[in-house]
């Protein structure tokens, strides 16, 4: 990975393929227009974009043909972080942009979004539908008395409805924010309580797995919990009646209105998204409507390749910031894929299922959901028609090597995976997707086009080859404008910038390869460190289950008080699989020949399941904390976790190993 001799690639792209990708149009006009280097394919304009940052973001401003409702006086003022100021003086709107493709007659009535739920059977939205609805909506909104600055809420699944919402909010100028309805109510107030929704979109239940489930108690504890509601708007889907003092959401979207958009600021909030929240309040992360323009035109157009013949599937809820990433996708003109449901109901290759039923382009799922897939021996190339399919993209955590070969196996050779890496913070990837590199195994292609990612030591100092901090040494336009209620920034500062002033530390372990490519090793705040040998848990992870008796598995490293170091590695196991000597003695084996003999765990220990995140990432600092013996009102907001009861073993085991 980091000789000399740079490794053979798993896939690269043909030279046809290289000639029609956007990213290498861009360039040739950038080359003309603002002095970009028309040699050195992307490496060269990577860093170019990052030497000439403000140039580049004028580029892509003028490439995608923003629309500026004031003009932009200066493209950057002060490259603080934090602090950066983007194309001062200017004014636009998110969601005007989001709908341009329906202004041209020829795509009408050619779907913007298809509709999958549990049945697989798409049902689209057209260009010209979702425009009305957005229209009408955003009159209503207005008529409630909805002003630019004012937050509107969504407790709603991957549906068109949640869509509309969201564009008709920024189309007034208003501040969304959502949660998926498998949130209990706690979780949903512990987001929502902090930034006062005056107006709550709402389902009455939803569908997953074959079954219904019912959430109108759910929302009557929202309603009682935030007093700074003005209107609930209520979508019956599961064809209940709207509850007294609510508003039928087809009363609100029948009208055929032309939208109107209000002009804001640049930096104007357009959403609030939030951090897990496992170790207290969930952080309200905001992000402006220009920020986030540029930002994911930029992903979607140049890195994701995307235009107006693509059909972009990201399975996802409205609770995690890749749904938002989703429904960016109609910036680029591209027909956005909304599932709600199950990833794996009927049975675990549901998701091939839709990108099959959907004819998607690119396709984007969790690295668990393809590690799955993997164990469960499912075939896609086999069994479904995928032959639309360029590209496979994975995020949430590392897509591990066996993961990249299947891909590479099981879907087709001729496949451009793309592992991608960024975060909620700034709501786009840090690295990842090249549709002009090649794809080597177990590596995200290159760092990210106006995104100066460097890999450091605790001194600060530049690393090439070896594990270091994921640090971006330059402002990017979607990082926060603030957080909510953080007045001074202090909880801003202390999040991103505590450790290297002036610099983005993210809190990821990464490798920049000789070759420009990005291995992730997972959390660094949960680092394992031996004997002075820091390895990320990823990695453990990647190994251990690879095994067919592991379903799941999680790796604690524990200063002890003593100056001991304690490291169990706990695993859920398969349907079947007894935790024996010859499992315990085969586990060991595996990290001390794939890994390092000094990272073989000092104990272990079955456990009923992992605790995850409500977005799914396994939860490793709380559980650290636990075993440490922080009580568990203290070690982790038990709204935050997919299963709370889980936590109770670990405190359990915290107490009596005392």
Excluded at 41 to 60: C, K
Excluded at 233 to 250: K, M, Q, Y
Excluded at 273 to 299: D, F, R, W
Excluded at 433 to 450: D, F, K, S, W
Aim: aromatic share 10%; hydrophobic share 40%.
């Amino acid at each position: 990975m980091t000789s000399a001799t740079q490794p053979e690639p798993l896939w690269s792209p043909s030279p046809d393929r290289i000639a029609a990708a956007r990213v290498t149009a861009f360039q040739a006009w950038a080359a003309t227009r603002f002095g970009a280097p028309a040699d050195g394919g992307y490496p060269a304009l990577q860093r170019w974009s990052v030497d000439e940052l403000d140039t580049f973001w004028q580029a892509v401003a003028e490439w995608f043909d923003v629309r500026f409702t004031t003009p932009y006086e200066s493209v950057l003022e002060d490259r603080a972080m934090p602090g950066a100021r983007w194309f001062t003086g200017s004014t636009l709107n998110y969601a005007e942009h989001a709908l341009r493709a329906a202004e041209d007659p020829a795509r009408a009535a050619d779907p913007a979004l298809l509709h999958v739920d549990e049945t697989h059977e798409p049902t689209p939205v057209t260009w010209a539908d979702l425009r009305r609805q957005v229209g009408s909506l955003a009159a209503e909104l207005r008529a409630l008395g909805v002003r630019p600055g004012d937050r509107v809420s969504g407790y709603l699944p991957n549906i068109p409805e949640a869509v509309v919402a969201l564009l008709a909010t920024a189309a007034v100028g208003g501040v969304w924010t959502s949660c998926a309805p498998d949130f209990g109510a706690r979780s949903v107030l512990d987001r929502f309580e902090q930034v006062e929704p005056v107006v709550l979109f709402t389902v009455d239940g939803y569908r997953y797995g074959g079954k219904e489930h019912d959430r109108r108690e759910t929302v009557a504890e929202l309603r009682d919990g935030l007093p700074s509601l003005r209107a609930v708007v209520h979508i019956p889907l599961l064809g209940t009646p709207a509850p007294e003092g609510t508003r039928p959401w087809s009363e609100l979207t029948s009208a055929d209105t032309e939208p109107v958009f209000e002009p804001v600021p640049f930096d104007h909030p357009l959403w609030i998204l939030y951090s897990s929240g496992t170790t207290g309040a969930p952080k309200a992360i905001v992000q402006s409507q220009g920020g986030i323009l540029l930002e994911h035109l930029k992903q979607l157009g140049l890195h994701c390749d995307l235009g107006p013949e693509d059909r972009f599937f990201w399975f996802t809820s409205t609770g995690w910031m890749m749904w938002n990433f989703l429904v960016s996708g109609l910036l680029t003109g591209t027909t956005v894929v909304l599932y709600d449901g199950s990833p794996g109901f009927p049975d675990t290759g549901a998701q091939w299922r839709i990108a099959e039923r959907t004819g998607a382009t690119l396709y984007g799922t969790s690295a668990a959901y393809v590690m799955a897939c993997r164990k469960a021996e499912v075939h896609p190339s086999r069994d479904f028609d995928l032959s639309a399919v360029k590209c496979v993209a994975t995020t949430g955590s590392p897509l591990p090597p066996d993961g990249f070969r299947w891909l590479h196996d099981e879907v087709a050779e001729d496949l451009w995976i793309a592992s991608v890496s960024g975060g909620t913070d700034v709501c786009s990837c840090f690295a990842g997707a090249v549709p002009t590199l090649p794809v080597h195994i177990g590596e995200l292609q290159a760092a990210c086009l106006g995104t100066d990612l460097q890999a450091w030591d605790p001194a600060g100092k530049p690393l090439t080859g070896e594990v270091g901090e994921l640090v971006v040494t330059a402002p990017m336009p979607s990082m926060p404008i603030h957080f909510w209620n953080d007045p001074d920034g202090s909880r801003y500062r202390d999040s991103y910038f505590e450790m290297f002033p002036g610099v983005w530390r993210h809190g990821d372990w990464i490798t920049i390869t000789d070759h420009g490519s990005v291995v992730i090793h997972g959390r660094s705040d949960s680092t394992l460190n031996r004997q002075g040998v820091r390895m990320g848990s990823a990695d453990i992870y990647e190994a251990v289950e690879r095994l067919p008796e592991i379903k799941e598995s999680l790796v604690i490293g524990l200063e002890e008080p003593n100056g001991g170091y304690w490291m169990p590695l706990f695993v859920h196991l398969a349907p079947g699989a007894v935790l024996d000597d010859a499992l315990r003695k085969k586990i060991a084996a595996t990290i001390r020949e794939q890994l390092s003999p000094r990272h073989v765990p000092d104990e272990v220990i079955e456990v009923p399941a992992v605790p995850h995140t409500l977005t799914g990432k396994r939860i490793e600092v709380p559980v650290k904390r636990l075993l440490q013996g922080t009580p568990l009102a203290k070690a982790v907001n038990p709204g935050s976790v997919d299963n709370p009861d889980l936590l109770a073993f670990y405190e359990e085991l915290a107490r009596t190993r005392k």
